[in-house]
């Protein structure tokens, strides 16, 4: 019983400190993608997410373009700098600039959100 209290008092107190890092708030959504303006896929060819969000796009005729990485230092750097001026750490990939924001990783609905907004 005293264990069950402990752990509740636990779960209570970080529900009221907000666990976890919080989100920064995102800047305003840019204009909508186009060929000059494309998504950018910050990723490597190797990498299975980084084609799943290009497959993902692709599928849906979003204009994109990859962001190679591996090959290109200054893609590394510029995909760095966009997420850090989010309040965003880009330790993996891939990483996405949509409409001036960034999303860490490929999630559809994260991603579908920053489209349609």
Do not use: K
């Not at 290009?54 to 849906?60: E, G, K, M, P, S």
């Not at 750490?89 to 559809?108: M, Q, T, Y």
Request: charged letters at 20%; aromatic letters at 4%; proline letters at 9%.
């Amino acid at each position: 019983m005293l264990l069950l209290r402990r752990q509740v008092l636990i779960v209570g107190l970080a529900l009221t400190l907000g666990c976890g890092a919080s989100r920064p708030r995102l800047p305003p959504a840019g204009p909508a993608p186009s060929e000059s303006d494309p998504v950018v896929v910050y990723g490597a060819p190797w990498c299975q997410h980084t084609r799943a969000a290009q497959n993902w796009l692709r599928a849906r005729n979003i204009p994109s373009r990859l962001a190679n990485v591996d090959d290109d230092p200054e893609a590394l750097v510029e995909m760095r700098t966009r997420a850090l001026a989010q309040g965003l750490e880009a330790r993996g990939i891939p990483v996405l600039s949509v409409r001036g924001r960034v999303l860490i990783g490929f999630d559809p609905a994260s991603l579908e959100a920053a489209l349609s907004d």
